[in-house]
């Protein structure tokens, strides 16, 4: 078989993700005694803000950059699983080489992410015991990097992620079909790879296409799109909506709450966002698909705000009401056609 080899996976990324000096001293410490305040009062705002309700409270965890890459490894690996099966029958390689090329590949995507990513509301984890999880998580070592590097006020800017991170775990517990949903489109994501005669032919021709209309041959939907079938980008599509929606209100609600309570907001909104535009990581984040995640941000931010501007802040809810009544892609840059719509 060609599976994924996971714990080479495991391993490269975390020589990947790198250490910081600060990581596991007391000031992480400290940080992981304050988190669940800050996500309960977070989850309490953000409830108000949004309209939406979840059960209880979810798990707190400020974990380090190796435990952040074991826990979305683990989720890959039980996402991954039928994918693999399908798979195992079209590689090129020997099993055991197709396995270990993956697993490279997976492991130094995931060790240059957890050098990034602050918080995540974790979703995808399924376990014998609980089911699904419910857990707000901080990768404490690049709080605490960002904190120092720009001279944010640890109090505040440790609140704001909070609420990035309790905006969605409300979208996935407050919305009731949500969480189903998105699944589906992984499972239809994963279900629509099928062996593909002539794959290298076709993408040889569609990248000459694109070189002579002066397009660029991988898109933002990065490698996966250049070697995604139709079925497959369609599918992607939806993915694209689904999170730029997710993204946006996030973002949104982040701001909006921390316009109100925090003195630095608009200085960690500026910093954030010149941070995901770093040029010097524009290359790597188109060539790994990452580019469609960074634009999320900033066109659900704008069809957010436009949808206010149009219809009122109450008439964001109403793509919570079924997945029909979501926002197409096109349709994320054009909230007048969602409004008309669904309205």
Excluded at 103 to 114: K, P, R, T
Excluded at 212 to 230: K, S, Y
Excluded at 232 to 248: I, K
Excluded at 322 to 334: G, Q
Aim: hydrophobic share 45%.
């Amino acid at each position: 078989m060609s599976n994924v080899r996971w714990p080479l996976a495991i391993s490269v990324a975390k020589r990947f993700a790198g250490s910081y000096p600060l990581a596991g001293t007391y000031h992480e410490t400290r940080f992981a005694r304050q988190a669940p305040e800050l996500v309960a009062r977070a989850g309490e705002m953000v409830e108000a803000e949004t309209g939406l309700r979840g059960p209880g409270q979810p798990d707190v965890a400020v974990v380090s950059r190796e435990e952040w890459i074991e826990a979305n490894l683990a989720s890959m690996a039980v996402l991954a699983e039928p994918l693999e099966e399908r798979l195992e029958s079209q590689s090129g390689f020997g099993p055991r080489i197709a396995g270990s090329v993956m697993g490279a590949e997976i492991g130094a995507v995931m060790g240059f992410l957890a050098k990034r990513v602050l918080g995540q509301y974790e979703l995808v984890l399924p376990s014998e015991e609980r089911g699904f999880g419910d857990t707000v998580m901080f990768v404490g070592a690049n709080v605490l990097w960002m904190e120092r590097q720009f001279e944010f006020r640890p109090d505040e800017f440790r609140f704001w992620v909070a609420l990035h991170e309790c905006t969605h775990r409300l979208q996935f517990v407050g919305v009731p079909w949500l969480r189903d949903y998105f699944m589906s489109l992984v499972k239809d994501l994963v279900g629509s790879t099928q062996p593909e005669p002539g794959r290298v032919r076709r993408i040889t021709s569609e990248a000459r296409a694109a070189a002579a209309e002066g397009r660029p041959i991988v898109d933002e939907r990065g490698l996966f799109g250049l070697f995604a079938t139709p079925d497959q980008v369609a599918v992607v599509d939806r993915v694209q909506a689904l999170m730029s929606l997710l993204e946006g209100h996030g973002h949104v609600v982040m701001d909006r709450i921390g316009a109100r309570e925090l003195v630095g907001q608009a200085r960690m909104s500026a910093m954030l966002k010149a941070r995901r535009q770093d040029p010097r990581t524009a290359g790597l984040f188109r060539l790994i698909g990452l580019e469609m995640k960074m634009r999320q941000y900033d066109l659900g931010a704008r069809f957010i705000d436009g949808v206010e501007e149009l219809a009122g802040w109450e008439a964001v809810s109403h793509a919570w009401t079924s997945p029909d009544h979501l926002p197409t892609l096109a349709e994320i840059e054009d909230p007048r056609a969602w409004l008309t719509r669904v309205a």
